[in-house]
């Protein structure tokens, strides 16, 4: 087995040395670590634990910038931002695969120990002590959501020796401006402040290639620039430090990030034009084209109001700034829309210790708030133009704007949802005088929230020690996420125009809980240790949510068509002249003479009108008594109703246990060898409203993980203090991993079991016969295996089975069993409730090309017609996951780095040559591991050229990162059926060079 050599390597190494311990007479060793990887301050050579640590030094020589390049220095660590602003940071194949407001991470992150992170897929790091990350189920010191491991953020503290600090200068290329510095301020002999901050600006890595464009009627695009995702972010940092006396130490940090910039939370969409509207781009196939027209929802509703043709886009689509797909790639767009990023963050963090004779008292907690708020165009493109017709006599198409940041579309004033008057129906315009489809997406999220700790730890001088602890937090937050296009609000007779899954301003996810954690340690001999940990975990989380879309419809309004039928089209019956009358009962409202729905009376009774409802049924349409009932029911759904009306929950609430229990035995001075047991866990959540007419078998919630870890590491110190080397191996049992897939057209979180096998090792090395010499390096292997689960795989819905075939239910996919669905074809295109060329729902006036399968079957069949036709139809045939390896997780991966210090006395300093390179093999980006899932393996190399001062003052680097110029990719998003199926991908950083300047003051 793989494991076995390096394991052994290591072992034989650390057996075979001398009794040496490092001090401060081993000339050219290696400097000591101190961590506090178990809640005390310690040498990293004597943790226990897989962890590594990165110094404030090391991260400037290294060129670790953002949490993305840290993957690139930690043995098992993949990293990638995701395609809602957020982040997976992955340890040994467990990061956070959910998409969810509910949902955690699975790699708990900390600031100076405190359970408080900013969003780490937007921070850099500046004057920072060190970073820890910590391998491993952490479950007893860390927590609820340690499945995957943790990492601890340190930032620097005041001291007391004098006025200091520096100042550092950089300029690239990008236009790339990085400011940073910091003050060191000694108040008092024993009260300090320290001040630090960062200010980057850059212009973006993407071009895009609309700006500037002429269109074929001469027209140019206006507000857009020629590159897109750039940086304008702002961060600041105050620490005040009390040493109040010999025994008690105060300390307090208040941190502002803001950020305001065109940062592309997308890079392009990846995508080969789809034959027909099932999958609107090919499955697996890579390239730069649009998704077919017909199975992205807002087109098919253009093209069914007479707005476009049906069809794909190249032979029926009429575009007057011709997309340039020979041209595209993952750094180059055709959008016509800048994006939009702002994320501020306040945080609050104190720390108060205590040491007593024989305990030390330590209590740690902060306070964030945050606001976020992110657009960009949805569909990555320059839509087709739009033609006139009886909704829309002049051609033109505004589209909704939002109600303005979270929370806002339920508030008072203007573009409030529950008034009737968001988006164009109100009068809430983001873009009037629009000729061509456009599409947008908004994500936006405030709130707030704080946690508490308290611990005790001993220092007894027999055999026996013990740490003991309880946390608690509490946490909030509301936010939206729009997807609006002005296909969608072309129809006037819906309210409202556009998608929102939303939330309550006052609160829409809600999170609490303690805990209360223990460890005790005894020495079996001098060298042996015993440790058991054990942590009681009380989670609650509740949600307060809903989903808008087309949830109202004006009974005064004579359309000119329905998708099933023709109506009058004459401008005279257009509209009306009544003022508009929205309900959520229409059936009920009009009178139906099919009766009502009992989608529409289950609305009747949760809205407490079903005491009037038999004696409305016995009046006529639009009577009093109906509109009484209609006017009780508001025409958008209020928090929970979705929820409420099929049977999902509201509040979760878990109980767990986890800990570890295991030995490190120190069988020299210079080496120890540990074996642990652990058990973790990660709390669930709730997935999305669904309404109740597309829950189908959705599940409402998702459970949590757990996760039973043996491992077995060995730490050692070689060759009179130049070599660490340390390797470990590890096996995971892992139940109820959770993932999310598309499913009725939102992500639907569930859970899979997995096996995960790995080893590591990590070698730092400053060797005799060349002083000037530093080597560090890590390899790490990783094998996961999903076990004992099945899942439908939105892009490829039957599964394999031949006997099944993929239809479009007007932009909501399913299968249907061929032998049944064949002989009432006829029927259903009779009956309208099929797309073909020249059929009665082929509203355009030219062709449809691209509907039909190759054998003539209508690819846009309505699911609820092949029902009542006795067609057998499904959501998908799942697929059997057993033995695929799981998302984000590489085989292989392997770091080295070499740097070499010369000293010149002529220059009065030293130069140093540093290079450092980094591959990771080749990964999945979804559990299915299907053909399009495919990462390929990625490398980098970073090269810098440092000169230092023999004062200490200066510090001067010239530097390049991804030498090679690489577009690698370390994520993949898909996105809905009612999108096509394109993907995002997300990428590193391309080659970038500069210089930067530091000057040192004070002591």
Request: charged letters at 20%; one cysteine or more.
């Amino acid at each position: 087995m793989k494991f076995v050599p390096i394991i052994s390597i290591v072992l034989s190494l650390a057996l075979a040395a001398p009794n040496q311990v490092l001090g401060e007479e081993s000339t050219g060793g290696i400097e000591e670590i101190i961590v506090t990887a178990q809640r005390t301050a310690e040498n990293i050579q004597d943790v226990p634990i897989a962890v590594t640590a990165i110094t404030g030094e090391m991260l400037e020589e290294k060129q670790v910038i953002t949490v993305s390049d840290l993957q690139m220095h930690a043995p098992n660590v993949s990293f990638t931002a995701t395609n809602f602003g957020s982040n997976s940071f992955s340890i040994r194949g467990i990061g956070r695969l959910v998409t969810a407001a509910t949902g955690d991470a699975g790699v708990s992150i900390h600031t100076n120990d405190i359970s408080i992170a900013p969003n780490i897929a937007a921070v850099e790091f500046y004057d920072m002590e060190r970073v820890e990350i910590l391998r491993g189920p952490q479950g007893t010191l860390y927590g609820k959501n340690a499945t995957g491991g943790a990492i601890n953020f340190v930032t620097r503290k005041p001291d007391f020796e004098g006025i200091s600090g520096y100042v550092d200068l950089e300029a690239a290329d990008y236009s790339n401006t990085r400011v940073k510095g910091a003050f060191n301020l000694p108040i008092t002999d024993n009260f300090a402040l320290r001040f630090a901050g960062l200010k980057l600006d850059r212009d973006g890595y993407t071009e895009n290639l609309a700006d500037g464009q002429v269109g074929l009627d001469g027209r140019t695009l206006e507000d857009i620039d020629d590159d897109v995702d750039g940086r304008d972010i702002l961060d600041l940092r105050i620490t005040a430090l009390w040493d109040i006396n010999d025994r008690a130490e105060a300390w307090v940090i208040y941190n502002r990030f803001d950020e305001n910039d065109d940062r592309s939370r997308i890079t392009n969409q990846v995508c080969v034009t789809g034959p027909i509207p099932t999958y609107g781009c090919i499955p697996g196939a890579v390239g730069f084209e649009q998704p077919h027209a017909s199975a992205q929802f807002g087109n098919l509703v253009a093209g069914l109001y007479s707005l476009v043709p049906l069809g794909t886009p190249d032979l029926t689509g009429n575009f007057n700034w011709p997309r340039p797909n020979d041209q595209i790639g993952l750094r180059k767009m055709h959008t016509d829309f800048e994006p939009v990023f702002e994320n501020e963050q306040n945080t609050f963090l104190a720390g108060f210790n205590y040491e007593f004779d024989n305990f030390d008292l330590g209590i740690v907690g902060g306070y964030y708030d945050f606001e976020y708020f992110t657009r960009q165009d949805y569909n990555m493109n320059v839509g087709a133009e739009l033609a006139p017709n009886f909704y829309r006599v002049d051609g033109l198409y505004p589209i909704s704007d939002t109600a303005g940041r979270a929370g806002d579309e339920w508030r008072s004033g203007p573009c409030n949802a529950f008034d009737g008057t968001s988006g164009v129906r109100g009068g809430c315009v983001f873009l009037d005088d629009l000729t061509r489809t456009f599409t947008f997406d908004q994500g936006d999220s405030d709130g707030d929230g704080w946690t508490v700790e308290a611990k005790v730890r001993s220092s007894l001088e027999g055999r026996f020690n013990f740490l003991l602890g309880a946390s608690t937090f509490d946490g909030d937050s509301t936010g939206d996420y729009y997807v609006n296009a002005n296909m969608l609000d072309a129809r006037p007779d819906f309210y409202p125009g556009f998608f929102n899954a939303t939330g309550d301003p006052d609160g829409a996810t809600f999170g609490e809980g303690w805990a209360v954690f223990g460890e005790g340690y005894f020495d079996i001999t001098d060298r042996l240790k015993l440790t058991v940990g054990v942590r009681y975990n009380e989670d609650e989380k509740s949600v307060r949510d809903t989903s808008l879309l087309w949830n109202a419809q004006d009974v005064r309004f004579t359309p000119c068509f329905t998708f099933m039928d023709f109506g009058d089209c004459s401008l005279a019956a257009f509209g009306g002249t009544a003022e508009p009358l929205f309900t959520r009962v229409f059936d009920f409202l009009t009178n139906d003479p099919d009766g009502v729905p009992d989608s529409e009376l289950a609305l009747i009774e949760f809205y407490g009108q079903g005491d009037a409802l038999a004696a409305a049924l016995l009046t006529g349409a639009q009577s009093p008594e109906r509109l009484a009932i209609s006017s009780a029911i508001p025409i958008v759904p209020d928090f929970n109703e979705q929820r409420a009306l099929t049977g999902s929950p509201d509040v979760f609430e878990w109980k767990e246990f986890t800990g570890r229990i295991g030995l490190d035995w120190r069988f020299n001075d210079n080496a120890m060898v540990y074996a642990f047991y652990s058990r973790g866990y990660k709390p669930g959540g709730a997935n999305p409203p669904i309404q109740l007419q597309f829950q189908s078998d959705s599940n409402f919630d998702f459970e949590q993980e757990d996760i039973d870890s043996f491992e077995v590491g060995i730490k050692s110190t070689l060759l009179d203090g130049r070599m660490v080397l340390n390797g470990t191996f590890f096996v995971y049992d892992y139940a109820g991993l959770q993932v999310a897939r598309i499913k009725n057209n939102t992500s639907v979180n569930e859970n899979i079991d997995a096996d995960i096998m790995g080893a590591e090792v990590e070698l730092f090395w400053r060797p005799e016969f060349a002083e000037g010499l530093a080597i560090d390096a890590s390899y790490s292997w990783l094998d996961t295996e999903v076990t004992n689960s099945e899942s439908v795989d939105p892009l490829d819905r039957t599964g394999g089975d031949p006997d099944f075939i993929t239809l479009n239910d007007f932009a909501f996919l399913y299968a249907a069993r061929k032998s049944t669905l064949d002989p009432v074809i006829p029927s259903l295109i009779g009956f309208g409730c099929a797309v073909v060329p020249g059929g009665p729902t082929s509203i355009s006036a030219t062709a449809t090309p691209g509907v039909l399968y190759p054998d003539g079957t209508p690819a846009i069949i309505s699911r609820s017609c092949a029902d009542a036709f006795g067609v057998e139809t499904v959501e998908g045939i799942p697929f059997d996951l057993d033995g695929n390896s799981l998302p984000n997780s590489p085989e292989n991966t392997i770091h080295l780095g070499i740097a070499y210090t010369w000293g010149i006395p002529a220059i009065a300093g030293s130069l140093t040559g540093r290079w450092d390179y980094y591959w990771q093999d080749d990964s999945f980006a979804r559990e299915f591991n299907a053909r399009g899932d495919d990462i390929d393996s990625w490398d980098q190399h970073n090269a810098s050229l440092i000169y230092d001062s023999s004062n200490g003052k200066w510090t001067v680097r010239a530097w390049i990162r991804n030498i090679g110029d690489e577009d690698n990719v370390t994520g993949h998003y898909v996105t809905s059926d009612t999108s096509g199926y394109f993907r995002n991908y997300q990428l590193t950083e391309p080659r970038i060079y500069g210089a930067s300047l530091r000057y040192n003051f004070g002591s």
